[in-house]
């Protein structure tokens, strides 16, 4: 989690950005920190609907979401 938070600091407009946030939040979720995964899928699928990981970001973002019955 801290390299991904590192990484996706400091290269905001890395070719691979998508997959970074998307990483994040999952290492997030598979932590069992949905509250802190959550908001990664989000800014991910927002930042570019059409990147690499911007689907699989929406998906996550909803099984985060099942997870905080919200």
Not at 16 to 40: F, M, Q, T, V
Not at 49 to 55: I, L, P, V, Y
């Amino acid at each position: 989690q801290q390299q991904l938070t590192m990484f996706v600091e400091r290269y905001p407009n890395h070719s691979r950005i998508s997959y970074g946030r998307n990483l994040l939040g999952r290492a997030y979720l598979d932590d069992g920190k949905a509250k802190e995964a959550a908001p990664w899928f989000l800014r991910n699928y927002q930042a570019d609907k059409a990147a690499a990981r911007a689907g699989d970001s929406l998906l996550y973002l909803a099984e985060t979401m099942i997870a905080l019955d919200d």
